[in-house]
């Protein structure tokens, strides 16, 4: 049965646990915003090395791949190291799955893992892992993985013959939620080129360029590669965060849910522990009254007998 003592310890257990969800869930929060604002200054980076593809392009479109149907492709998945994050990573392995499934390619591909809980959900589900990286903890060292991860790529295009890069990551939809998504970073939309090509240039001056055409596209395309993997990260980040504050969200309630019911116990029991401190004092003080009526009489009739023999 528990005691006053025990379940004051489980309250105060409790409470500290809700304060460690609710810090969590305000990092968390914090997190999210230094992500989302990251994406939001790539977009003048973005456009400067679309500027740059409209200038290569705007003599004659260049093919940057073949259309060759036997190609190979390279899947980055962007995953988790911590816990505390829901389904996060199940979430985005499964739609690697299906995806895969799909095209009926899944042990063809060349997989690289971002989180070592995303690898462990990539080994479970039976695929072959290239490469595992450690997930970024800041915005700084987003650029360091990326940097990181382009000659990879750049091995398995020239060694391995890869030709498409296919990136799966979370996006986050909203407070605390999230779904997955796949880009296809190369090769480059060939509708997306055409766009680039027919923009009409905003200026009078018409763009000239000194490296060679092929040379200055390879070097855009590698800066487009940077981009694109540097946004799917970060919004995968923000992603991770959101299913972290949808997590804390459930622990809080749980802890909630918890602490009424030990109060609830605590209450009655502290209840029950008073009215058994009122009932043994209330018999103590009748039990008392009756020695003190017993003691009147036995004085009263030691006086009457007195009385009489005197």
Same mark, same amino acid.
């Given at each position: ?8 310890r ?25 992500y ?10 973005n ?35 911590q ?14 799955n299906t ?10 591909w060349?997989?690289l893992?971002?989180?070592i ?8 589900a039976?695929?072959?892992i290239?490469?595992t990286?450690?997930?970024? @903890?800041?915005v ?7 940097? =990181?991860? #382009?000659?990879?790529?750049? %091995?398995?295009r *020239?060694? !391995? ?14 407070a ?31 763009p ?8 200055l596209v ?6 487009y ?10 919004e995968?980040l ?6 972290r ?23 009655d ?5 008073? @009215? ?5 004092v209330?018999?103590?003080? =009748?039990a #008392?009254?009756?020695?003190? %009526?017993?003691? *009147?009489? !036995?004085?009263?009739?030691q ?8």
């Open positions: 049965m528990p005691t006053l003592e025990g379940l004051r489980q309250i105060d257990t409790a409470t500290d646990l809700s304060s460690v969800v609710t810090t969590m869930k305000t990092l968390a929060a914090v997190s999210i915003h230094q989302e604002r990251a994406v939001e200054a790539l977009a003048d980076y456009r400067t090395v679309e500027l740059g593809f409209q200038i290569a392009l705007s003599s004659e479109p260049l093919r940057l791949e073949s259309d060759d149907s036997s190609h190979q492709t390279a899947a980055v998945v962007f995953g988790s190291d816990g505390m994050c829901g389904q996060f990573n199940e979430e985005i392995v499964s739609f690697l995806k895969a499934e799909q095209e009926s390619a899944r042990r063809s060349n997989v893992a971002v989180g809980r995303a690898e462990g959900q990539l080994l479970d039976g695929w072959e290239e490469h990286y450690d997930v970024p @903890t800041s700084s060292d987003i650029a360091n993985l990326v940097q =990181e991860m #382009l000659p990879h790529i750049e %091995r398995l *020239s060694d !391995r013959g890869v030709s498409r890069v296919l990136v799966f990551y979370n996006r986050r939809t909203s605390a939620s999230f779904e997955p998504r796949v880009l296809q970073v190369l090769p480059i939309d060939p509708q997306r080129m055409q766009q680039w090509r027919d923009e009409p240039w905003d200026s009078r001056s018409l000239t360029f000194a490296t060679p055409r092929r040379q390879s070097r855009l395309v590698r800066q590669l940077f981009i694109s993997l540097f946004r799917a990260c970060a995968s923000a992603s991770e965060n959101a299913s504050i949808a997590a804390m969200q459930a622990a809080e309630k749980n802890v909630e849910e918890r602490l009424d019911d030990l109060r609830g116990s605590f209450n029991l502290r209840q029950s522990a008073i @009215t058994e401190e009122l009932l043994d209330v018999t103590g003080f =009748e #008392l009254s009756k020695q003190r %009526r017993k003691r *009147s009489r !036995r004085s009263g009739r006086s009457q007998k007195e009385k009489q023999h005197g």
